[in-house]
């Protein structure tokens, strides 16, 4: 158990809808990182906060957006979303920013699937 | 950018035998390399990571890997593998004050009795 949990497990939604990923990350931790894995496109980054900013961006669409709150549980939104967002979604977090602490512990995933 | 490929896409062997998975990477500036392992409906756990120092790094579960700058290559090693051990391996690369990590496509490793 990495201590870092992800709701809901599983989720199924239709084209055109909005849904909204949850991640607490380990305690102490205050970096968070969202990352998406496909079978056509692998495991990518998304997004990164830090202590409630964002701190760094990687290949997130604009119908995806995300946001870390003051207990620094993070949230990821998707919205009008299309049958190729079906996919596996991992939040990961560590102590401090990426290159400082350099390692990170990854949540259990939420599966999406739009259909 | 830095990018990753990894060699293969699966490695089958059998229990008891020596195993390679093997790694590549491109960045223009100095980087740092992990591995991860992702079992069967789990999410990613580091085995070991490359920062500086010693270019053999040695990781749990028994793996290593060894870090060779001017083949730009990590690939993982293991001398002697089990059946827990079939799973999915990542390498993965970060640039220097860059916190976009980069993965590859991963090794299926599927470890036969």
């Known amino acids: 158990d990495s201590g870092v949990t992800q709701t809901p497990k599983h989720l199924i939604t239709a084209t055109g809808q909005r849904v909204t990923l949850r991640c607490s990350p380990r305690?102490?931790?205050?970096?968070v990182y969202w990352y998406q894995q496909s079978l056509d496109q692998g495991l990518q980054f998304l997004i990164q906060?830090?202590?409630?900013?964002?701190?760094a961006k990687g290949n997130i669409l604009e119908r995806f957006s995300a946001q870390q709150f003051p207990d620094l549980h993070s949230e990821l939104n998707l919205s009008s979303l299309e049958l190729g967002d079906s996919a596996l979604y991992f939040c990961?977090?560590?102590?401090?920013?990426?290159?400082?602490?350099?390692?990170?512990?990854f949540g259990p995933g939420t599966r999406l699937t739009v259909t | 950018a830095q990018s990753v490929t990894q060699l293969d896409s699966q490695v089958p062997v059998f229990e008891e035998a020596p195993v390679e998975l093997r790694c590549n990477y491109s960045?223009?500036?100095?980087?740092?390399l992990f591995w991860y392992v992702q079992y069967p409906n789990q999410g990613l756990q580091l085995l070991l990571k490359?920062?500086?120092?010693?270019?053999l790094v040695k990781g749990i579960n028994g793996f290593e890997a060894e870090f060779n700058k001017s083949q730009t290559s990590f690939h993982l090693r293991k001398p002697s593998v089990h059946i827990s051990d079939t799973a999915e391996y990542f390498c993965?690369?970060?640039?220097?004050?860059?916190?976009?990590?980069?993965f590859g496509a991963g090794t299926r490793l599927t470890v036969k009795p």
């Open positions: 906060y830090y202590n409630g900013e964002e701190r």
């Open positions: 990961a977090s560590s102590a401090r920013d990426l290159h400082l602490s350099y390692e990170q512990y």
């Open positions: 490359y920062l500086s120092g010693s270019t």
């Open positions: 993965a690369v970060s640039e220097f004050n860059n916190n976009d990590m980069r």
């Open positions: 305690s102490g931790d205050l970096s």
């Open positions: 960045s223009s500036v100095s980087v740092y």
